[in-house]
């Protein structure tokens, strides 16, 4: 009897070339790279994936990751300088930051004083606990001056599980939608994955991103096999993102 074997279908195949617009790779400065050695191995781990460019996006979350443009700048030039060394100096890295939607966040839009991914796209994030209450003033105020609100990981904000047409609504105030390709999987619980598929299904998903904090993260996502829905699906979005973010 003919037995048909399917082929895996691993997410690494679609990511030839890719820029990854979400990273926590500058060292010591947040919750990713404790070290420039640390962020030597997740940039050659990432390019292995087939990552060929990185936007560098520590928090800038006032109360507990309070960067600027020295702490950010100095940590990207350590970076860099270090490039050389361990032969990767053909590597592109440009600096960016992940916004908390503060108050402390309100303040920089007013003053212009933004690092955006590229032109005037802006990574921007909610707590995990509530939105901001006045979230539709703040995507209007980022969009009077010009920038473009790119919202991370929207799949993860739980609050919005149970009431999924809220997703439109944001989407209706001017937000685009980047989603962390680790939450193909079950890395951060099976409900965040089935958010997933809702938003892909619903078209509602701009860009992707690894949202790479650590090592194991680049393991997970090198093994990560995709459904055949998710196969069909993400082609054009990375294809969208290389397209907006690659620095030629």
Partial sequence: MLQIISKKRFLKDLLEDFVDIHCHILPGIDDGSKSVDESIILIKKMKQLGIKQFIATPHIMQDFYPNDDLSIGNAYQNLIANLTSKKLNNTVINPSAEYMMDHHFENLVKQNHIFPLKENYVLVEMSYFQPPINLQEIIHAMLM???????????????????????KTLKQYGC??????????????????????????????DFVATDVHNENHVNKLSDLILTKNQKSLLPQIIETTKKTFLVS
């Fill in 145 to 167: 001056k010009d920038y473009i609100p790119v919202l991370a990981h929207p799949e993860r904000y739980s609050y919005y599980q149970n009431k999924k047409e809220f997703y």
């Fill in 176 to 205: 685009l939608f980047q989603l962390n390709l680790l939450s193909l999987s079950d890395h951060y619980g099976k409900s965040i994955q089935k958010i997933v598929m809702y938003l892909l299904e619903e078209n509602l998903i």
